[in-house]
């Protein structure tokens, strides 16, 4: 029978119930029991859930361990460890057989498809594109290149030589493969625009220094030899048009690479109209010059009627200002490449030759125009005639099997948004894939699908120690799911395929009251990045939620079993795919209230990386963590000598460092802190420790540092076992809530995350503590009066206030104990913050602490309820 889960069973349905649990718990023995585990006034049941779950859920056959890490495993760890360099592993050549090695330290190589290669390009683009449009001007016009023309005059030359040594040191495809070899692209780049290129920037510093020598020879008589060296550097400019052959290589890289299909047609149109337009900048130029300067066989030039008619008479044409005259001759040479007319017709040999020229390259440009916008109607028609044709034979459809309106215009109007939308294209709707190599193929899909399972930490450490391994894993069992607009993922009670991350797109979760822990109908959103169902990756999960798309989604999807099969080659990789699965399982079938929430395909409690590594062993935490020194290294990490203390202690296994998914790198420390209150909302707080004559005053709340494959609950039963066994039976438990919070350790350098999980109870009715107090006296332990700090009237008052609190003692040694008491939530904020020191040191140095009794000598004199004393 199913049972809403806010409601509490009949006492049959809750022992039936238990006796399953119980029979399908696992034999581990630390299987997220404890003093917690037993509560039955938090049994979950509902109609599409296991009888039992979470409890009853099992751990998946690839993933289980068979009992504890192996000796065998912990030594072959260990002996891995002492073969590794002081920050990177040897990776041996059978591991690394298709792995290219590394390039040299010294060689510097820069990727093309990097951002910064990319900003190049662009800057590149700039400077070409100014070249290319001022220097035919420049020649035209016959431009001093003085004053602040001097500038382009020295920057362009010295530009285009740091270009030829950016060449020399970056990659390239051949064939579809990148090359990164130093000695390989200087050979590449001489067999192929080194000479080109050489060329053309020896003629534009050859033209330099006849610039400079015409500069010079301006302030002195010119013989016949500088006339002719002027005229020659003039002439040698224009090989700096050559420069044009790099734009569509250039072009192309840029767009090709780094840009979608909707932007690139638009581009591609934009490319079209600015090369018409350079063009005609440079025919207008051209145009310029024969009327100015070429040779004329009948004595006549264009120029000679182009002038300006006024009422005090002609303006001849070369007195006009040279923007004037720049926009005649574009003028002309738009409507030439437009096949138009204008009143400037040649009037020499020389002008018609350029006239006609110009017409056929107006020709030629127009019709390629007049294609490319053909060519992209039919192609829009096209596409709606398909989205036509299918609308129609829906329509049909709907009719001949006389569909009602009430579901037929629904029907018709979600087709039709459909077809309105983008969707993502799958690998097997790439016709042009199939031509690819199976290698390059599979490096295709895998360097797709990284970027996003390295949001992941464990697949991000997967890859960065066995990334030939993970190539194959992922080739195998990762692959792309496309959803529609609210398409659904998955529902509740089904049994969980796969472990998705949501690449692209929005989704949303919904939990029901009939089908999950939820009390009432809980929807959450998902974005872009966030992982699905990973507790389907290491146990047999059914969910227990809905997920569907809000827009266009792409996930990718992770087989489990295909995925495990991959990694079980790989001995270290499946160690720590058995441990972290186990860490996981032991949280999955114990998240139940009150300390932790149930699972959800969202979240598990206490599930965090973090979490999960702390509880490792450390032959795995050390592996965890050299990788995440190696990537610190590489970063440039601050402080040299407070690295190599934290490797040490990471090597010792006495910190840990983990890299997250988002690549950060922080230290971890885990505590598990008690936050107990009375009926009258004081806080139950430490204030301080008795080693032997001496108080150490520090105000907080009780806890201590998990241990390595310790549950949450595991932990704080410890700290009641041996700090509280006098707290333990009076508390009730109302929750677990987790605080993060991260600093950058003054020791280390580094960012240090202090994860505590705060456990939240409440004191009993009529309950009280019953144990030593320590109350004021005259007579001072550790310091005196004297001694005291100096009270402001503020603090002498909260002193004040403070001295008919009790303190108790609890025994923590032979000559120590812990002290604690009950204060208000302020008082608890002004003795922990640094101002309250003073006030707590002088309170707990008027304490008289009796004398504490062994734990024997306590069991023997109290009564049997003692535990609970009613006021």
Known sequence: PAFPPSRAPSAPAVAGAAESTEAARPSDDNDGGGMFASEGSHTFIASTLPLGWPRVLRMRDAVCPHGSVSEALQRRHANRQRSMPSMTRSVSSSNRLDEAPPPPAFALVIDPNSRGHLLYSIMVLVVLLFDLTFLPYAMAWNLPLTGRFSFYLWVTPAFWTCDIFVNFITGFYDRGELHKDAATIRRHYCRTWFTFDFAVLFCDWLSLALSIDDFA??????????????????????????????????????????????????????????????????????????????????????????????????????????????????????????????????????????????????????????????????????????????????RRYLRDNKVGAHIAVPVQRQVEQRLSEEYAIHENDVAALGLLSSGLRDGLRFEIQKPHMMRHPVFRLWVNLEPMLMHRACTKAVSFVNLRTKDDLFSPGADAAGVYVLARGEMCYTQQPDASPAEATEVTPVRAGQWLCEAALWVYWTHVGT?????????????????????????????????????????????????????????????????????????????????????????????????????????????????????????????????????????????????????????????????????????????????????????????????????????????????????????????????????????????????????????????????????????????????????????????????????????????????????????????????????
Not at 301 to 309: E, K, M, P, Q, V
Not at 334 to 357: D, K, M
Not at 638 to 649: F, H, I, P, W
Not at 816 to 843: E, F, I, M, N, R
């Open 547 to 871: 997920a569907h798309a809000e827009t266009g989604c792409t996930l990718l999807e992770v087989d489990p079993e295909a995925f495990f099969s991959c990694v079980q080659h790989e001995i270290m990789l499946k160690d720590m795919a058995s441990e972290y699965g186990r860490q996981f399982y032991k949280r999955v079938i114990s998240a139940c209230p009150p300390h932790a929430p149930y699972p959800t395909d969202l979240s598990v409690p206490f599930t965090d990386y973090c979490d999960l590594v702390v509880s490792m062993p450390p032959h795995i935490q050390v592996t965890i963590g050299r990788d995440a020194m190696r990537h610190l290294h590489e970063k440039g990490g601050r402080g040299t000598k407070a690295l190599e203390r934290l490797e040490v202690e990471v090597v010792s296994s006495k910190s840990i460092v983990v890299v997250l998914g988002t690549g950060a790198i922080i230290r971890v420390v885990s505590l598990v802190v008690l936050r107990a209150e009375d009926l009258m909302g004081r806080i139950f707080a430490q204030v301080g420790k008795l080693n032997g004559a001496e108080i150490q005053s520090a105000c907080q709340l009780p806890g201590l540092k998990s241990e390595r494959d310790e549950l949450m609950s595991e932990t704080l039963e410890r700290l009641f076992r041996t700090r509280l066994p006098a707290l333990q039976s009076l508390l009730e438990f109302r929750g677990t809530v987790r605080q993060n919070t991260e600093t950058e350790s003054k020791e280390y350098r580094v960012q240090t995350r202090y994860m505590r999980s705060v456990c939240s109870a409440r004191l009993r009715p009529g309950a009280e503590l019953q144990a030593p107090t320590c109350l004021p006296s005259g007579a001072e332990r550790g310091t005196s009066r004297a001694n005291a700090p100096a009270l402001d009237s503020h603090q002498l008052q909260s002193l004040q206030a403070l001295q008919s609190v009790p303190v108790f003692a609890l025994r923590a040694g032979e000559d120590s104990a812990y002290l604690y008491a009950w204060l208000t939530p302020k008082q608890v904020d002004q003795l922990a913050a640094p101002a309250g020191a003073c006030v707590l040191q002088a309170w707990l140095a008027g304490l008289a602490v009796p004398p504490l009794k062994t734990e024997t000598a306590a069991e023997e004199d109290a009564p049997a309820e003692s535990a609970i004393a009613c006021l």
């Open 217 to 394: 020879g301006s302030h002195s008589s010119k013989s016949l030899g500088m006339v002719r060296l002027t005229k020659l550097g003039r002439t040698l400019r224009i090989m700096g048009l050559l420069r044009t052959i790099r734009l569509p290589r250039l072009l192309e890289d840029i767009v090709e690479v780094h840009m979608s299909e909707v932007p690139r047609l638009v581009l591609r149109m934009f490319h079209l109209f600015a090369g018409i337009s350079w063009a005609a900048h440079v025919l207008a130029c051209l145009w310029f010059v024969v009327g100015r300067v070429g040779p004329s066989d009948t004595g006549a030039r264009w120029i000679d009627i182009a002038g300006i008619s006024t009422a005090d008479g002609e303006i001849p044409f070369l007195d006009t200002g040279a923007m004037y005259q720049y926009m005649v001759a574009f003028n002309w040479a738009a409507n030439q490449i437009a096949l138009g007319t204008y009143e400037l017709l040649p009037r020499n040999s020389l002008e018609s030759a350029v006239f006609v020229g110009s017409s056929m390259c107006g020709f030629l440009f127009g019709s390629t125009l007049v294609s490319m916008l053909s060519a992209g109607m039919v192609d829009y028609q096209m596409m709606q005639k398909d989205k036509r044709v299918k609308l129609r034979t829906l």
